[in-house]
């Protein structure tokens, strides 16, 4: 079998070919887009194995000319090519270091997932959801900024928290400062005002459309108690296709909730992990159940 491990970057691309026991046997340069890199691969031998790291808003193009080919390739995560790169024989950084980096890790990691069925759908779910997390970010800024010019506008002025994200709030407010001498904090509060209902606004869009594509996707998990729309789509984004876990305990460790070891001599003891996926073990915690209820 050969493997070709790829160094991949926004415009051009090293891909170097490696048989089975690290015997270097072609390597090329070029553009991203250019389709002859397939080509150069049909002539190295017939059974090939492509190694791209996993750096999938970077690479996704390659990994999509390569499927419509019909290649077979695995992702390599960037931490598995590390040590590769400092057992290298030639010192220093390259395109084709890396390269090699890559396709060492993937000979010595069997287990590598690749692109699965069903991948895109729930990275368009993902997409979503990271929108909206940065709207409603977007939206606390603007309501910490406007709440100081509130404050110093009228210092006996309360707005009840969480108030900002409600339009009758947003309507109050504008009516009150429309009657004020229009000086410049007051032009400002007035902006600040209009950009929250714009984004208190998508944010309700974005709040509909998950609704829509999760209960599309995942009936069973919205009936879950404690799980809810924004819940669920985070989940679904974060966990991917399903069937790259082969059993709960697995899910369980990528999302941060399995226990660790911590025993020592005659002490038999476990602790938290730290680690896992951050975003996948709030949404998991917020729910309110384990990951074992997810397989």
Do not use: Y
């Not at 390739?73 to 040590?83: G, I, M």
Request: aromatic residues 2%.
């Amino acid at each position: 079998m050969i493997v070709i491990g790829v160094d991949v970057h926004k415009h051009s691309l090293t891909a170097v070919a490696f048989d089975e026991i690290g015997r270097q046997l072609g390597e090329r340069s070029g553009p991203v887009e250019d389709g002859e890199v397939v080509s150069w691969a049909e002539a190295l031998g017939e059974e090939r194995l492509w190694a791209l790291e996993d750096c999938r808003h970077v690479t996704r193009g390659l990994e999509q000319l390569l499927m419509e080919a019909g290649e077979r390739l695995v992702r390599v995560l960037p931490r598995l090519t590390a040590p590769q790169r400092r057992r290298c024989r030639v010192r220093g950084k390259s395109d084709r270091i890396n390269a090699l980096a890559v396709a060492r890790a993937a000979l010595q990691e069997p287990l590598l997932d690749g692109p699965r069925v069903g991948e895109e759908t729930l990275r368009e779910l993902k997409l979503l959801v990271d929108h909206r997390d940065d709207l409603v970010a977007e939206r606390r800024r603007c309501q910490q900024r406007l709440r100081w010019h509130l404050h110093e506008l009228d210092p006996t002025l309360g707005v009840p928290l969480g108030a900002l994200d409600r339009s009758v709030w947003l309507d109050r407010l504008t009516r009150q400062l429309a009657r004020r001498e229009q000086t410049t904090q007051v032009r400002i509060t007035r902006d600040l005002l209009g950009r929250c209902r714009t984004l208190t606004r998508q944010v309700a869009e974005l709040d509909r459309e998950l609704q829509t594509r999760t209960q599309a996707l995942a009936p069973r998990l919205l009936a879950l108690a404690g799980c809810g729309r924004l819940s669920a789509a985070k989940l679904l984004a974060e966990i991917g296709p399903i069937d790259r876990f082969n059993s709960d305990a697995q899910l369980a460790r990528h999302a941060g909730v399995a226990p660790l070891d911590a025993s020592c001599g005659k002490h038999q003891r476990h602790r938290l992990d730290r680690g896992g996926n951050r975003q996948l073990n709030c949404a998991l915690n917020r729910s309110g159940f384990h990951a074992g209820c997810l397989v």
